[in-house]
């Protein structure tokens, strides 16, 4: 498939022209979002995470009116879940409504846990999480080269942003923002003819991956109109590599699902050990099997494109009376990364099946292997209550999408992008769906027992450095990222009208 368009246009140019411009627009707007939450830690030390993200959800609303990144005020909003949601179109271009191609774009307004304390041990307090880049003398330039996937040479440090939730995934929200200033700015140009770009700041990604499209899965897609559903979603997590280089575009994930294994004993005072069945011993040997068993590959699948499966012991709690005592239980739990050809209750029968469980149960102790349940709620007091079981995705290289996606890239980039997959997780997992029925002019993908709408990313940051401390994005990623956003919409009607 090929497009028989001339590769440079006047709208390519304006809208790179514009991307590169509004830069520094996108650093103020990206510093401040980071910065936010140390605001509210007296009240809320939890602050930016997932399930208290409100205050920076609340000047994120506000500048997106301020910027023009609306064309009305109203056309930005809460929904129930407490996702943010803005819109923009061209209500004047005489297409209806239902006949528009509708692009979804989402990013998390949500990041992991700062450890403020722990970045200003181990950079030597130059650089703060919250309000980045602070004293270049007390940078621990060796931390950061050891502790971070990639870093560019020190003289190009003045273009990074700094702080949790730089590269994960707060650039692309505000990419996003930028993107629907620039596509309001080009209306007259063409830029939104035909097309309705549907933006969301999704919430809770960070602790249940995919929440925020898995509401609109449930509660808002079923009964809506044909405007609201989306024919292709652009995820802007980072798509960056260490090895291989920014922004690539990346159109696929493996699965995830969380096993946690809860083991109960029976309790007496540690001075006599004898008198119990301890949880922790028995549960400490299941991890210890369960991971030599990871690295024999036993139990594993790998696909070509995806990569392999992977477990590996990410949390656990212990219920007991005292630090002198056997506990009376011991609950872990195991990150697991499905790949194609795996699914979720043969890897909780690989659990089940190990000759350690097996050894615990014989001696008495009680033994359950589980897909925990997600029952926290919102900032807006939502609870999903799913099943911690997030499906992977692919979106084959020949849908119009990812040709449209090419094409727009190489537009306003000049340069061919490298077309890949993520290795960590996304909103992506919350489209999957086995009841939703769509239009087929939507060419939603169709996966087995599972239908999601065509997806792919693009992102500033570099996947091996989120969540690390030193965290931080590239700045001039974001005139690639801002011009692509702005430039697709238009890009992939064409496309997608030229297939159909």
Request: hydrophobic content about 40%; charged content about 25%; aromatic content about 8%.
């Amino acid at each position: 498939m090929t497009i028989s368009t001339e590769l440079t246009t006047k709208l390519d140019e304006r809208t790179a022209s514009l991307a590169r411009r509004y830069r520094p627009l996108a650093i103020r707007i990206l510093r401040e979002a980071i910065r936010i939450p140390a605001d509210h830690l007296d009240s809320d030390p939890r602050c930016g995470l997932s399930g208290h993200e409100q205050p920076r959800l609340e000047y994120l609303r506000r500048t997106i009116v301020e910027i023009g990144a609306v064309d009305r005020h109203q056309d930005v909003a809460f929904d129930a879940f407490g996702n943010l949601v803005w819109s923009v179109e061209d209500r004047l271009d005489g297409i209806p409504a239902g006949e528009k191609a509708v692009i979804m774009l989402d990013g998390h307004t949500d990041t992991v846990n700062a450890l403020r304390d722990r970045w200003h041990e181990a950079i030597g307090g130059g650089i703060d999480p919250y309000y980045g880049w602070i004293d270049g003398t007390k940078v621990d330039r060796a931390f950061l080269a050891h502790e971070l996937g990639y870093l560019p040479p020190e003289s190009e440090w003045e273009h990074l942003v700094w702080g949790r939730g730089s590269a994960d995934q707060l650039a692309g929200v505000v990419c996003q923002i930028v993107a629907t200033k620039i596509l309001n700015e080009l209306r007259k140009e063409g830029a939104l003819r035909g097309v309705i770009v549907r933006a969301y700041g999704t919430i809770s990604e960070e602790d249940n991956d995919g929440g925020g499209p898995m509401y609109l899965m449930r509660e808002v897609f079923p009964a809506a109109a044909q405007e609201h559903i989306p024919d292709v979603v652009i995820l802007t997590e980072a798509t960056g590599c260490a090895k291989l280089g920014p922004l690539g575009i990346y159109r696929g994930q493996r699965g995830r699902m969380q096993i946690e294994v809860e083991v109960t004993g029976r309790s007496c005072h540690g001075s006599m050990p004898w008198e119990g069945l301890n949880p922790l011993e028995y549960g400490a040997a299941m991890i210890v099997e369960a991971a030599q068993r990871y690295r024999d590959g036993e139990g594993f699948a790998g696909d070509p494109f995806l990569g392999g499966g992977t477990r590996t012991a990410s949390w656990a709690t212990l219920a007991t009376p005292s630090d002198c005592a056997v506990p009376e239980r011991f609950t872990f739990r195991f990150d697991r990364r499905l790949t194609a050809g795996e699914i979720p209750e043969g890897a909780l029968d690989d659990v089940r099946s190990l000759p350690s469980v097996a050894k615990a149960m014989a001696d008495g102790l009680r033994i359950d292997v589980r897909a925990p349940l997600y029952t926290d709620p919102t900032w807006r007091g939502y609870r999903l209550n799913n099943p911690q079981i997030y499906p992977g995705w692919v979106t084959p290289e020949t849908h119009p999408s990812i040709v449209a996606a090419v094409d727009a890239y190489t537009r306003v980039a000049a340069r061919k992008p490298r077309v890949a997959r993520w290795i960590f997780s996304t909103d992506g997992v919350g489209f999957p769906t086995r009841t939703l029925e769509v239009p087929p002019a939507k060419r939603w993908i169709q996966d087995g027992d599972y239908r999601y709408p065509a997806m792919f990313g693009i992102g500033p940051g570099v996947e091996q450095n989120t969540h690390k401390i030193g965290e931080n994005v590239d700045s001039r990623e974001f005139d690639t990222v801002i011009a692509f956003l702005a430039r697709f919409p238009s890009v992939f009607r064409k496309v997608s009208r030229s297939e159909g």
